[in-house]
């Protein structure tokens, strides 16, 4: 299994910043892209941005501009700088990855989450 800890939520004001690290552990074969998701009440858990081995990014709309996601691959950790956050940025946040552990196959696994909360 691979196991991934969120860090680095908490609540700030409209126009701040914050800094979210995601650390994966476990018997890792393999890992793909990881990535950031999030869930605000009462909405759909959506894509906040993701990032492949190689460094390639994609950003929602929404975000782009504001936040960068990063990562080390030798850290196995995922990082997501976020800059310029707005209300609407309020949300549970959720770390994601694409991995293969020693014992079993390839599959998404999600952080527990960290709340962000931004307010006006």
């Known amino acids: 299994q691979v196991q991934l800890v969120e860090s680095g939520g908490g609540l700030v004001q409209a126009g701040g910043s914050l800094r979210l690290s995601c650390a994966a552990s476990?018997?890792?074969?393999?890992?793909?892209?990881m990535g950031w998701y999030r869930q605000a009440p009462g909405k759909q858990r959506e894509l906040v941005a993701s990032?492949?081995?190689?460094?390639?990014?994609n950003y929602a709309s929404s975000v782009k501009g504001r936040f960068t996601i990063s990562r080390d691959n030798a850290k196995v950790t995922v990082y997501l700088q976020m800059n310029n956050l707005k209300p609407e940025d309020t949300a549970v946040y959720y770390c994601?990855?694409?991995?293969?552990?020693?014992?079993?196959?390839?599959?998404?696994?999600w952080g527990q989450g960290t709340q962000v909360t931004v307010s006006s």
């Open positions: 994601n990855c694409n991995a293969r552990s020693l014992e079993g196959p390839l599959r998404d696994y």
């Open positions: 990032i492949t081995p190689g460094g390639w990014t």
């Open positions: 476990g018997i890792i074969v393999s890992i793909n892209a």
